[in-house]
């Protein structure tokens, strides 16, 4: 920890990690009023939230009220309660469902973030009181990637793509597994199949799921001129006297910058899937973190200084898993989807084995 003194840059908050909770969190910020930088570790700006399905799961979104959804809290509150098992502290429930929608109206300011219903994508658990099994996430509306401009080469490449591209959506990917069985499902796999070739023909650069969000807060953040320094890692939390965060120390183009947080420091450092040690010690499974499908920069730095600065850590043996298969060595491990895209992967089929390879290690 260094002193808080000499600083190179001032803003009233720095927020580290450009993942959607990172840009979300800039936005609204910028929205308050205050100035804002957002610092980011990696080459390229998204963070998992870029590797990700993008879907959002928040009650009563306005996207779902314009859909005529007229969600009763109390149901939300029974599912939330039913699927957390008396873990989460009924107040950060009632946060949760209480300011979810009012966080999505404020990002939701931005002519850029547009969102869709995910119509058919189940709540995870629809048989539990509360549960919806037309679901209630919304995704980011496709967005055609070229009007980030010189932005688009620090985009995160997406881990998730199908023989067609990307861009198809969660939605497009449970009707196509629905084909097969219902004639509404042949008919919206053939207006997806029209839409992914007509994108192809006018050579858009058409992504879907989560880089499509952060395409779209990106915008959000140009337009509101919130800067974005990519390529700069937090290494230090500075503190007062008295222990209060006031700045954090950056490496940047190989030397150190100080970054003062006015009114403070938000860590959006994202989890730690790959940093083998934290996997060891604290989830269940352990498992590899070459295999992981997360951003390959969450090492859990923010969580490492943020524990060193006496900060409480809850849900640490919690993840979001998923079945990955790698080609080789070296490459990016890719998931194992349940649909009908598990038919052009190499994922294991079932009764016929698997084609992949073990790595070797
Ligand atoms: C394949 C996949 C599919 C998923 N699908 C969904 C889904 O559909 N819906 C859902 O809700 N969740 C989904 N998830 C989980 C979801 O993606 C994450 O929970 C979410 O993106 C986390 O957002 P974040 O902003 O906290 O972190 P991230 O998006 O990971 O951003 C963290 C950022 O911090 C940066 N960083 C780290 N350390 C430093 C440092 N020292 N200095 C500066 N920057 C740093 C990283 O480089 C990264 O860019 C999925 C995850 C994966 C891997």
Redo the contacts with the bound molecule.
């Keep these: 920890m260094s002193a808080e003194t000499g600083w190179d840059h001032e803003y009233d908050l720095v927020i580290?990690?450009?993942?959607?909770?990172?840009m979300a969190a800039a936005l609204t910020a910028h929205e308050e009023g205050l100035s804002v930088l957002v610092?980011?570790?990696?080459k390229k700006?998204?963070?998992?939230?870029a590797?990700?399905?993008?879907?959002?799961?928040i009650p009563n979104n306005p996207t779902l009220r314009a859909r005529g959804h007229d969600d009763s809290r109390e149901s939300i509150r029974r599912y939330l309660d039913l699927l957390t098992e008396g873990r989460v502290p009924a107040a950060r429930l009632d946060a949760y469902v209480d300011n979810g929608p009012a966080a999505m109206e404020l990002i939701s300011k931005s002519k850029w973030m547009q969102f869709f219903w995910t119509k058919g994508y189940a709540d995870y658990h629809p048989e539990l009181e509360g549960g919806r099994p037309l679901g209630r996430s919304i995704e980011a509306k496709p967005f055609d990637t070229r009007k980030l401009g010189d932005d688009e080469k620090y985009q995160r490449p997406n881990?998730?793509k199908g023989p067609l591209g990307l861009w198809i959506t969660s939605k497009d990917y449970h009707d196509l597994a629905m084909a097969k069985r219902t004639w509404a499902g042949r008919r919206a796999t053939m207006i997806a199949a029209w839409r992914v070739s007509s994108n192809m023909i006018r050579r858009r650069h058409m992504s879907t799921g989560?880089r499509a969000l952060v395409a779209r807060m990106r915008m959000a953040l140009k337009d509101a001129g919130i800067p974005l320094w990519l390529k700069?890692?937090?290494t230090e939390l500075v503190t007062a006297e008295d222990g209060t965060v006031t700045g954090i120390v950056v490496e940047r183009d190989g030397a150190p910058v100080r970054l003062r947080g006015r009114r403070g420091v938000l860590l959006?450092?994202?989890?730690f899937d790959h940093n083998q040690r934290m996997r060891d010690e604290y989830l269940p499974e352990g498992g590899r973190e070459d295999f992981a499908?997360?951003?390959r920069?969450?090492?859990g730095?923010?969580i490492r200084l943020g524990e060193g600065l006496g900060a409480a850590l809850d849900f640490m043996d919690d993840a979001?898993w998923?079945p990955a298969v790698r080609h080789r060595p070296g490459r990016r491990s890719r998931?194992c989807p349940n649909g009908p895209s598990r038919e052009w992967s190499s994922c294991p089929r079932r009764g016929s084995g698997s084609r992949t390879r073990p790595p070797r290690t």
């Design positions: 580290v990690g450009s993942g959607g909770g990172g610092v980011e570790k990696g700006f998204g963070g998992s939230t590797l990700s399905g993008g879907g959002i799961w881990n998730m989560g700069t890692k937090m959006a450092t994202g989890g499908m997360g951003a920069e969450n090492t730095d923010g979001w998923m998931w």
